[in-house]
């Protein structure tokens, strides 16, 4: 009874006290604002560096924009998230005052638009060349048939691996707090600094990422699962 008093009591000192919870909040928040939009970002230069890539490969063209995507992809998954987040900061916008959340997403998208740009180009390699002969006897150019028939059947191979990347990516946000943005990491580790208890908030920190990934796991499971009903069907 009194382990159980004593835990209630460190409880409502760590949370409660000063409304700190708020710093977990408002963390979250802005872990998951980081998150969606940087997963957009990344979407977008993935798919555009996956095209140049995969379309230099089959047809020999886009020598210049394949050899810029080879430096990117080159640059970004050699180097760690981290440095790539201060470097942004701390060297290209040292002299720019522009908000830090939005560094983060620039970051993060351009980190997540590598590992995208791969696993989009493996869906389109894996498309068999026929498909392109077949969208040449529609009368489909180049541009067409991988709008219309490669990239839908790339995309339906790919969906449970960019899913787990965007798991991927909610982690990779943790190292947020490197240029001081209050994440929810951050704001874990302002209640430590403010209380000198590590524990519960470091672990209230950890369950909320565990159920955050947890359930965007089973949303994947569920997603292949009906994809590969789809296909049995």
């Known amino acids: 009874m009194q382990f159980l008093?004593?835990?209630v009591q460190k409880l409502h000192d760590t949370f409660i006290e000063g409304d700190r919870w708020h710093y977990l909040t408002d963390g979250l928040k802005t872990t998951l604002i980081v998150t969606f939009f940087a997963a957009l970002l990344g979407i977008v230069?993935?798919?555009l560096t996956a095209i140049v890539r995969s379309t230099h490969d089959k047809t020999g063209k886009l020598t210049i924009l394949d050899l810029i995507?080879?430096?990117?992809?080159?640059?970004i998954r050699g180097t760690p998230v981290v440095v790539q987040l201060l470097i942004i900061y701390f060297v290209i916008f040292a002299s720019v005052n522009i908000p830090k959340t939005v560094v983060?997403?620039?970051?993060?998208?351009l980190n997540s638009g590598a590992y995208v740009a791969e696993i989009v180009r493996s869906g389109i390699m894996s498309i068999d060349g026929g498909q392109f002969e077949a969208g040449a006897s529609l009368g489909m150019n180049y541009p067409?048939?991988?709008?219309?028939?490669?990239?839908?059947?790339?995309?339906?191979?790919?969906?449970p691996a960019l899913a787990n990347e965007f798991i991927v990516l909610l982690k990779e946000t943790s190292v947020a707090g490197y240029i001081a943005l209050t994440d929810l990491t951050r704001g874990g580790d302002i209640i430590r600094s403010a209380t000198y208890e590590a524990f519960l908030p470091l672990i209230a920190v950890a369950v909320i990422y565990?159920?955050?990934?947890?359930?965007?796991?089973?949303?994947?499971?569920?997603?292949?699962?009906?994809?590969?009903?789809?296909?049995?069907?």
């Open 5 to 7: 008093d004593s835990f």
């Open 45 to 47: 230069l993935g798919f």
């Open 69 to 75: 995507a080879k430096l990117y992809l080159t640059v």
């Open 104 to 109: 983060a997403i620039m970051a993060f998208g």
């Open 144 to 159: 067409k048939t991988m709008l219309y028939i490669i990239l839908p059947q790339a995309l339906r191979n790919i969906l």
């Open 210 to 233: 565990l159920v955050m990934v947890v359930a965007l796991s089973r949303l994947v499971g569920l997603l292949e699962r009906r994809l590969a009903r789809s296909d049995r069907g």
